[in-house]
């Protein structure tokens, strides 16, 4: 079935730039996610990419797609200690939308 | 007023106990969703249903059962609690349209004893 790994944690200094990858394995998903959990808190649509897209910027989240390796990736620059979350990564199923495979989540921690 | 409330917000309760946790949204959506979240695990999907008259299986739902009893409420039950249910359920609503982007209550923390 469908999967989707992300490693567990990342520890950055406060203006450091975090990269966090994730692979997922539904080729015919239309959209692919990355969803942000602050403490104590329901998570949060943070950006997503359609499948035909590489790249896609947002301030200061830029997100890679890697159709081929199957490989999903969000940068944010200049990070923060109010980045500090867990964010996921999410692959829809198929092509319908609607139910969507989350990964692990990784813990994103900023140190100042 | 948040757009998905979940009640209740903390519970704790005993081995072979009946619990039910409720969902509601106020955002005019059609599909709702039941997950638990594990550390380390992510979420994983227990049951949704994308009208009021569909229900169906997630990854998870062998202990759980649902009811969608309007299009702005999904109530989620476990006939007989056991202590590996202990997570923190969220519930969670998407349009049929656009980018399907899931809005998430804030989630109830079960323990069971």
């Known amino acids: 079935g469908e999967d989707v790994e992300q490693s567990l944690f990342l520890s950055v200094r406060e203006g450091d730039s975090s990269v966090i990858n994730c692979t997922y394995t539904?080729?015919?998903?239309?959209?692919l996610y990355w969803y942000k959990q602050e403490p104590g808190a329901g998570l949060q649509l943070l950006t997503y990419?359609?499948?035909?897209?590489d790249m896609k910027q947002d301030q200061r989240l830029t997100v890679l797609l890697n159709k081929k390796d199957k490989h999903l990736s969000l940068r944010i620059a200049d990070t923060q200690t109010g980045d500090s979350a867990i964010y996921f990564c999410a692959e829809s199923e198929g092509n319908q939308g609607g139910k969507l495979i989350f990964g692990q989540g990784t813990e994103l921690s900023v140190k100042p | 007023d948040a757009d998905v409330t979940q009640t209740p917000r903390n519970r704790i309760t005993k081995t072979g106990k009946r619990i039910m946790l409720e969902c509601s949204q106020t955002?005019?959506?059609?599909?709702m969703y039941w997950y638990r979240q594990d550390p380390g695990l992510g979420l994983r999907l227990i049951y949704y249903s994308f009208d009021v008259k569909d229900i169906n299986k997630g990854e998870i739902s062998d202990g759980y059962s649902v009811s969608r009893q309007a299009q702005a409420k999904f109530s989620l039950s476990l006939e007989s609690a056991i202590p590996n249910q202990t997570a923190l359920y969220f519930c969670a609503t998407s349009d049929q349209q656009g980018v399907h982007e899931q809005f998430f209550g804030p989630g109830t923390r079960l323990t069971v004893l």
């Open positions: 955002k005019g959506h059609d599909r």
């Open positions: 539904d080729s015919s998903s239309t959209y």
């Open positions: 990419i359609f499948s035909n897209m």
